[in-house]
């Protein structure tokens, strides 16, 4: 469902001299006050997309709330360390998580990352076409391509055409100070016009194989570029909007650029999912982006932030199940802090590390950790009750008291059974060899 007071409803009323082909030159920073009222108007209508992870789906557009996604600044091929990442950053509010894919490695470690990740996962590509067929191999829910690095019409159209066999949306990332050499020349500079038309350009490459599950970003890091650019767009596109102002910068100045752009634009009805860029551990990006929502009533505040892995082949119980019945327990409490249930005792515990509490399955029991530490081992059955018990003893008396209050033996006893289902389920429980088999292929 959309969020009341800013999902649906007419397209924005449009200030005059801002639709496309209007002489803006440098006026575009420049805008008349009276233009727009200062209140929030309804949300344009737009179409949707749908980006398929492995144990959450995100739609963009349409009615769907508005989502925040941040960027992994781990290298992709470390998988263990980019995980851990992705799940902090979902813990901090990402509801989608892009990942590098710029060089083989990288597709590889996607093909391991993209089974295990708690939220959708898109690729981010530059340069080279082939690396986004990798990624598609690798099954990302979505593809990132700028228009100003992959030019030839047969790669751009050869992706889109493999993205719309997979089901898989496409982001169009414009950026100004990446665009094609010829757009510079015709238009002297980085102007919202030369935003737009390359954008145009790829969507028009996209249509000629009928490819249409697109999403649009036009980023700038000059803010009142950016802002006139999205609004020109979205005038001539009903595509959904990924708004963003590009290398905003360190806190606090590029929180202050990042929250200008995109809340502005909120603001007129315009976006359906938002990127802080902050030269910043990208946790905070994540949090900018979830408390800016919230300020603006465009997201539910919270009190459990409950996180939940895939249900993949190392899963040693219903996960979703699982899930469920925590969330339904800790609904109503008033527990400010971050859960995480996890189908197994393998990777459970060092993924989502950055979580307040987590519970692990394993051998028939589940395995509960503070802070990534293990405290306690549980019988299955009993695995929703202890996680709610000590949910209220963590908030009562604190991590370092909970971890030292940890039962004797339960960090061996989790290594025993972390152990048997190393033995039991081997390397590669998600036939991640398989995908990599394919991406080898692909590359050649």
Known sequence: MGVAGVAGGPHRSSPAGSRIGAACGGDYGHRAAGAHTGTMVSRRPTRQVVLKGASSTVLVGGDAPISVQSMTITKTADVDGTLAQIYALAAAGADIVRCTCNEPEAAEGLAAIVPRSPVPIVADIHFQYKLALAALDAGVACLRLNPGNIRKPEHIKLVAQEAKARGVPIRIGVNAGSLDPDLYSKYGKATPEALVESAQRELAYFEEVDFSDVKISVKASNVPLMIEAYRQLSEVTDHPLHLGVTEAGPPPAGLVKATAGIATLLAEGIGDTIRYSLTADPVEEARAGRQLLE???????????LIACPSCGRAEVDVIRVAKEAEAALADRKLPIQVAVMG?????????????????????????FVKGQMIRVVPEKDMVAALVEEAERLVAEGAEARIAAADVGAVEEAERNRQLLLAEQGDDPNAVGQRVELIHKELG
Do not use: F, Q
Not at 295 to 305: F, I, L, N, P
Not at 351 to 357: I, K, Q, V
Not at 358 to 367: D, L, T
């Open 295 to 305: 300020a603006m009533g465009m997201r539910t505040r919270k009190t459990v932030d």
């Open 344 to 368: 197994c005792v393998v990777n459970g515990p060092g993924e989502a590390r950055t979580a307040d509490l987590g519970i692990a399955a394993g051998n028939g029991k589940g395995h509960l």
